[in-house]
């Protein structure tokens, strides 16, 4: 059951005077539950009980962490019925897609309890004593990950169930032994209470410290900028807009002790079609592209919205195949009715820059909050010097960009702000007679596509989900995959430290059997 | 032979109008060689060099790389006694402390030639492709590690050689594939144009793209501030004050592209005395403290310049036994007269606090730019309330703390700001009956010593050199050891991307032999 309150650790709460309603955007019309904002007063108490349970938290045994884990996804998966339709009604998404991500949700749970419960993922590394060694001995040291305290999580609002309550960040940071406390986004509050009342079932079935994990309602930005100017808090994870995520890495810059901040924020996609492609493949480019750009009404991160080419007759070709075969698709809902006005307005400038082409634009009419799908088309001159252009338009849209020659396309790729993804379109053999543009890609960004499209991330170890600024605040990292995790660590020297007081990681005899360096050999 | 000039790549450039000279604090002199402070024109042009450079020096192969860091090391060792004297000159230090840190810089060298020549470090990671998975096949996804982009470093006052020119910053990133600009130390530049000479020379004979490396003089501090704000630049390693670090910081997160500084600043290095200890060996404990506060005129980052422990007649003794101790020590040379003015002047500001004793204080006349070592003693409540008694007084100094008891032991250290290091003095089991204390300070440090002295890093795998902010900017990694070259690189995943295409690292043969994880199964 939803009850619109917070949850401060184990307790629901709602103390503050701001409510807020989620709202249904299939049926255009608000959802009935009534969300209290949290109260400043609610959000220190969230944090105080987060730096206390942290304390015991960090030493809990990564099998204990699998459990807590493994129970929080049951939990979800408990919730049924309930959870889907609670999801459909706050996103205009269909049911087969909010089952989708369900699974990926409890799955990315899974693959983090699978991690911490078997240890290597620690880098435990061991330099042992050299009591002999001349001009002066060497001390035993060793090193393992440890948290590095609570973490504030920012859910997104194209994924409320797996870049969310549970989702990848959180998954993550409690694996890694950080307590956890949501910003509830304010879109899908409902899907988020539900979610959070599953991990404070699994918190207290499994035996977790009260303050492991706290959900916080929030219809606007200040809940959370008290939660990332709180000294207490260690470290912020985020998906979204760059505007939000700039805001807040600059929130946290500027803090006396700066934290870090990994935000996922917006990405064009650059997908290049070399020439031979194009005049062999056109037709087949073209309908699979109008799908990936259309795909779940085109709010994904990874949807391509560049598609980078040089000019041909095969080009025009694929300009007027694209525009045909994208308004053949049936226009679809979106996130929520700000959602679609943002989408509007945002094609609604670039549309008004100069020489920009629309080849492609549903005019006819929608459902409430359905997006109408365009492609544009610009040359490569007038993009490169309007930098307007470069900017993300949420929602079904693309730009086809006309490039004179190789050299203005490859200088087009190296002015492209960072990116998520980049894909190449090629032919056999075509790459490596096009290894500057290939270069030049590859610089700007976190993934390198072969002939596919960029929307579906995988989840696995090989992933990278991140890329140079904007497309994340800090390229070091991914945040999809159990990489992820390395976010919220730090590594931890122990130098002589007896043997039996070391952690287990650590320990002689390596109790936990997990692979360790010692003496730079890796051994178990 | 030392010209004063600035190397922009290979070439040695002074356009500018400031000059000015280093200074030998023994000698109390100015030396004679004048240097050219880099104009803004040369700092660009050394900023384009390193750009460009880095198109070609990111996809040199490992092998390669390790042939340019060990020829670095012979090149500086082929600088001989010239490099020893200029040194010497420019430091106050004595000769057996040039050579010890030229060894230093020169394993470090090594140790990252040998990292990237082997490749193992690369964390590559395989996932194999799954075309009749369902619901959706997988597609095959491979990620590597791959270098930032051009890299700024700031030399340390202190280390002229292992964390300045080719020190440990500088050999991390072009181990990494990143070129790097040294913003040379204004009072050590004659060391740190020989050492320049010595990796251009190296980048010469093992063929590496012209730019890979830039020196650049500098006397303030706009030298700095232009490289750090200049869009090229893509990472900045720093080692120095927490006033200098936090300038950086700020600068390099207000970029339009705000790019990761790893600061190692400041640090009081914890010293926690338990109670058996102090009663069993407070004598022998003072002798060796008063050596490792003196040690290298106190100058050294990891300088444990607090000292921790419960109110006792035992406590009595050792404030009494430390400070005879110290004052037998002679006083030694410190680096530069605005270092020893600075350490008066902090020494005085603490001293000048109220209730703040000092008990020990080497007063006699001493040579000019020799530092006075300086013992004081305060009260637990009192340090607690006075946060400017946490602040580091960087010399042969320190404060020793006289706690209520543990509670109150406990509340000083969480109250401490991020530290390299902390330590515990302990006998037999003691460490056992304190876990809250030990357990606090874990939570402040990067490192934990037991019964040993925070001075001397031990350079391997398992040495964390770093810790909560202000210790570093950046607690997820360190400065030292190996790991350190993970400050300067990203992870990139390549999807379906055709096998002869891709970097050998993750081409299907495995022909560098390197361990990778294949489908979750770590293999060579």
């Known amino acids: 059951m939803t009850t619109g309150k917070n949850y401060l650790g184990n307790k629901l709460s709602a103390k503050g005077n701001k409510t807020y309603k989620t709202f249904n955007p299939e049926l255009n019309t608000e959802n009935e539950i009534v969300f209290t904002e949290a109260s400043s007063e609610e959000i220190q108490q969230a944090v105080d009980l987060a730096s206390k349970a942290f304390l015991e938290f960090r030493t809990i045994s990564g099998k204990r962490k699998a459990e807590f884990l493994n129970t929080i996804a049951d939990e979800i998966l408990a919730l049924d019925d309930e959870l889907v339709k609670t999801y459909c009604s706050e996103t205009g998404l269909p049911e087969g897609r909010a089952k989708g991500e369900r699974g990926r949700t409890v799955g990315q749970l899974r693959n983090f309890a699978n991690l911490v419960a078997e240890g290597s993922w620690l880098e435990a590394t061991i330099d042992t004593a050299m009591p002999e ?235 409430n909050n359905y997006a109408q799908q365009a492609v544009v088309v610009v040359e490569g001159k007038e993009f490169l010097e309007n930098t307007t252009l470069h900017q993300e338009v949420f929602g079904p849209f693309s730009m086809i960009v006309k490039c004179e020659d190789e050299a203005e396309l490859e200088q087009i790729i190296a002015n492209l702000e960072g990116q998520l993804t980049g894909t190449v379109i090629s032919d056999e053999n075509e790459v490596a007679d096009n290894s500057k543009v290939i270069s030049a890609l590859q610089n700007r960004v976190g993934r390198i596509i072969f002939n596919g499209v960029p929307t579906g991330v995988e989840v696995c170890e090989s992933m990278v989900h991140g890329g140079p600024y904007p497309a994340s605040t800090d390229s070091r990292f991914t945040a999809v995959g159990v990489n992820s995790i390395k976010r919220w660590v730090r590594p931890f020297s122990y130098q002589d430290w007896p043997n039996q007081l070391l952690p287990k990681e650590l320990q002689n005899e390596n109790p936990l059997g997990i692979f360790r360096t010692v003496d730079g050999i890796r051994t178990k």
């Open 133 to 367: 060694r001349e001009p002066m001995p060497r001390s035993d040291i060793r090193k393992m990950l440890i948290p590095l305290g609570p973490v504030v999580v920012f859910g997104a609002s194209n994924f409320p169930l797996a870049y969310s309550t549970a989702g990848g960040d959180t998954a993550a940071a409690l694996a890694a032994g950080c307590p956890v406390i949501v910003k509830s986004h304010p879109m899908h509050s409902g899907t988020g209470e539900l979610v959070a009342s599953a991990i404070i079932k699994a918190a207290e079935k499994t035996g977790m410290p009260n303050g492991v994990f706290s959900n916080l309602n929030s219809s606007g930005i200040e809940v959370g900028q008290q939660l990332v100017t709180n000294p207490k808090i260690k470290a912020v994870g985020f998906t979204g807009s760059i505007k939000g995520g700039r805001a807040l890495l600059d929130l946290a810059a500027k803090r006396e002790e700066p934290i870090p901040v990994f935000a996922e924020m917006g990405s064009i996609n650059p997908v290049v079609i070399l020439p031979k492609a194009l005049e062999n493949r056109q037709t087949e480019i073209a309908k699979t592209y109008a799908g990936s750009i259309t795909l779940g009404t085109g709010q994904f991160c990874t949807n391509p919205g560049l598609l980078l080419a040089i000019k041909s007759d095969a080009l025009s070709a694929f300009v007027n195949n694209l525009s045909q075969e994208i308004m053949e698709i049936n226009p679809s809902c979106m996130l929520h009715p700000n959602i679609k006005k943002e989408y509007n307005s945002n094609k609604e400038k670039v549309v008004s820059q100069n020489n920009v082409s629309v080849v492609a634009n549903y005019v006819s009419d929608v459902e």
